[in-house]
């Protein structure tokens, strides 16, 4: 069973970066792609950004141009570089495995969530 941990989370003020990490393990071999999502209060979850295994990439509209994701193969590690951060990006971060099977994307597993906190 694949198993996911994030770090990289905490406090940042506004036009400020962070990175993100997410370190898969326990059946890597069954990703096709992993992601990161967040939610804040109040709010649904919403896509940031995935990248699949032959490297494509897919961006939330609000964080095209800011963020980054990219994975590291040898690390089974996706990260989320997230730059010119705004009040609006605080929320919980989570990151995501998923494997692409017949046209439907099923969810492998979710990690257990980092917060980003963005000051004014």
């Known amino acids: 069973q694949v198993q996911l941990v994030e770090s990289g989370g905490g406090l940042v003020q506004a036009g400020g970066s962070l990175r993100l990490s997410c370190v898969a393990s326990?059946?890597?071999?069954?990703?096709?792609?992993m992601g990161w999502y967040r939610q804040a209060p109040g709010k649904q979850r919403e896509l940031v950004a995935t990248?699949?295994?032959?490297?494509?990439?897919n961006y939330g509209d609000s964080v095209k141009g800011r963020f980054t994701i990219s994975r590291e193969n040898a690390k089974n590690t996706v990260y989320l570089q997230m730059n010119s951060l705004s009040p609006e990006d605080t929320a919980v971060y989570y990151c995501?495995?998923?494997?692409?099977?017949?046209?439907?994307?099923?969810?492998?597993?979710w990690g257990q969530g980092t917060q980003v906190t963005v000051s004014s």
């Open positions: 990248i699949e295994r032959d490297g494509s990439t």
């Open positions: 995501r495995a998923h494997q692409n099977r017949n046209g439907f994307t099923v969810v492998l597993q």
């Open positions: 326990g059946g890597i071999f069954s990703i096709n792609g």
